[in-house]
Nanobody, 123 residues
Framework: QVQLVESGGGLVQAGGSLRLSCAASGRTFSGVGMGWFRQAPGKEREFVASIGRSGSTTLYADSVKGRFTISRDNTKNTLYLQMNSLKPEDTAVYYC????????????????WGQGTQVTVSA
């Protein structure tokens, strides 16, 4: 079992920045591949970014590449998503995801999800 708790969402103007955090517990964090997904109103949940167990591999959706940075601190059992140059189309609920079977960064979702944190970007 992996428990995930996101934080850091909020309301920001277009062009602004936010940093999301995801605190993990219940399993050795360094043994779990991690990722971020998001779901906008009326749309399906979509992949945003992922990171391998060691942090040496990362993968991004084309829509966020160059603006978002995923990272992890295995000493703090925490996953991060630094979001810069935010756009109104980034508005969504952002979910942390964990996959014990994931070694490197991939686009697939694991079975463990956080409760989500709302990010709203105003024009």
């Amino acid at each position: 079992q992996v428990q995930l708790v996101e934080s850091g969402g909020g309301l920001v103007q277009a062009g602004g920045s936010l940093r999301l955090s995801c605190a993990a517990s219940g399993r050795t964090f360094s043994g779990v591949g991690m990722g971020w997904f998001r779901q906008a109103p009326g749309k399906e949940r979509e992949f945003v970014a992922s990171i391998g167990r060691s942090g040496s591999t990362t993968l991004y959706a084309d829509s966020v590449k160059g603006r978002f940075t995923i990272s992890r601190d295995n000493t703090k059992n925490t996953l991060y998503l630094q979001m810069n140059s935010l756009k109104p189309e980034d508005t969504a609920v952002y979910y942390c995801n964990a996959d014990p079977a994931r070694v490197i960064a991939t686009r697939t979702a694991g079975v463990y999800w956080g409760q989500g944190t709302q990010v709203t970007v105003s024009a």
